[in-house]
């Protein structure tokens, strides 16, 4: 039997709302389909993302409770929306795939935060930003650190440095694959 609403998820020509509208303070009403997006965000949104390529660098200003870190970014052709909430005691961290589900689940991220001493390190598959509702900013698909183990990898001036890497093989250096 038909499912109209199943077919409306996972419709690649369905009307979606920009990422950037989504994970950042700018406010832009564009819609347009999944295909669209990747033209419609390197026209208007040019400076919200950053191209990256293997393992690469993401600085939180300013670390804090009770906050939303956000950062879009290109990898592989693809763009990822990176999520790190701080909303509840611990820091929750996401990658979220700017493409259907059954495209996203082929993508893993890792994440690790420390020096190279010590750190901590965590992996998960991708998920679609069509599948997960940010509205109170309660990630439950992701890595979640406790808030206090962080604190020690935070600088002086607030910042916490985090080596992120997106693929679809192995993820090298990683350790939790």
């Known amino acids: ?53 293997g393992h690469f660098n993401v600085n939180l200003l300013d670390l804090v409770r009770g906050r939303v870190y956000t950062q879009l970014v290109l990898v592989l052709g693809q763009f990822f929306c990176l ?4 909303v509840y005691q611990d820091i929750d961290f996401t990658v979220l795939h700017v493409g259907l589900k059954e495209d996203s689940e082929a993508f893993k991220y890792g994440i690790k935060i420390g ?10 598959k991708c998920h679609s930003y069509l599948d997960v509702d940010l509205s109170d900013w309660s990630i439950r698909k992701c890595v979640t650190i406790n808030f206090d183990n962080i604190l020690e990898f935070v600088s002086e001036s607030g910042c916490l440095s985090c080596e992120i890497e997106i693929g679809r093989e192995k993820l090298d250096g990683f350790v939790s694959e």
């Open 1 to 53: 039997m038909y499912d109209r609403n199943k077919h409306l998820s996972v419709c690649m020509y369905q009307s979606r709302e920009c990422p950037v509208n989504i994970i950042s303070d700018v406010d832009c009403s564009w819609t347009g389909t999944l295909s669209d997006i990747p033209v419609h965000v390197r026209a208007e949104h040019d400076s919200e993302f950053a191209e990256v390529i």
């Open 83 to 86: 999520i790190w909430s701080t």
């Open 115 to 124: 020096n190279t001493e010590e750190y901590i390190t965590g992996t998960r």
